[in-house]
């Protein structure tokens, strides 16, 4: 189980939103580099980065910061979403160094898109499929879709995506823990792997997550709870070790 710090990006500064919500930003950092710096030192193998400006625009809006980081921290695997809307964008992030790109809204919006994009960049693309109630969201969470999350998530397998990105909305930033039950009803419902994110907020959540990863659950993305100090990253990353290698 892999344990994901994640660092939204907003007008160049670090900060966390609630359920989505831009209006309900918390800024954390207005150095983004010294808090990826702070996660690295902590353990961390992988980081999850979001531009959330682009994700409402379209385009990326927060390159200069996710430059910075990624020629920071090259030994490390970092991933990008937000507003990587087509094949020009997601190779210039790669040719950057980025490992994974992340599409979301286009994924939903025009599904061919997956298909092109993993065949462009086979192993590089991984789909975030954000829902509440089992229906998915797009453009930054603002319009909920009508499609089902299971059905989406099995049609991206199918065009080989690297793995799904699972967020359940109504959780996410609300320090009210995971949605387990959904998260392995889509996992066992496809063979790539899904990472849980939205609502880890606790050691006990992260344990949750460890216990039924062998459902197809190969990590977990963690925000909020790092940056209000209510899960150590050392402490869980320690503590995920562990229990896998049991």
Request: aromatic share 6%; with cysteine; net charge negative.
């Amino acid at each position: 189980m892999q344990l994901i710090p994640a660092i939204d990006l907003k007008e160049g500064k670090c900060v966390r939103l609630r359920q989505g919500l831009m209006e309900d930003a918390t800024v954390f950092s207005d150095n983004p580099v010294e808090m990826a710096q702070k996660w690295v030192d902590a353990g961390a193998k992988r980081l999850h980065l979001v531009d959330l400006d682009g994700a409402f625009a379209g385009k990326p809006e927060n390159y200069a910061a996710i430059k910075d980081i990624v020629e920071s921290f090259s030994e490390i695997d970092i991933q990008i979403g937000g507003g990587i809307r087509d094949i020009e964008t997601a190779e210039t992030y790669l040719d950057l160094g980025l490992k994974y790109i992340i599409i979301g809204t286009k994924a939903v919006q025009t599904p061919h898109f997956v298909t092109d994009i993993c065949a462009e960049f086979p192993g590089s693309i991984i789909v975030g499929l954000d829902a509440k109630g089992g229906k998915v969201a797009v453009d930054g969470w603002s319009k909920l879709s009508t499609h089902n999350v299971i059905d989406m998530a099995q049609e991206f397998e199918d065009d080989g995506v690297e793995s799904i990105i699972f967020t359940d909305i109504g959780r996410d930033g609300m320090m009210k823990g995971v949605n387990i039950d959904s998260t392995v009803e889509l996992a066992e419902a496809i063979s790539i792997p899904v990472i849980a994110s939205g609502g880890v907020s606790t050691i006990d959540d992260v344990k949750k997550l460890i216990e039924v990863a062998d459902a197809g659950i190969e990590g977990a993305i963690i925000g909020r709870a790092l940056y209000e100090g209510s899960i150590d990253f050392a402490v869980a990353q320690k503590l995920a070790l562990e229990l896998t290698e049991d």
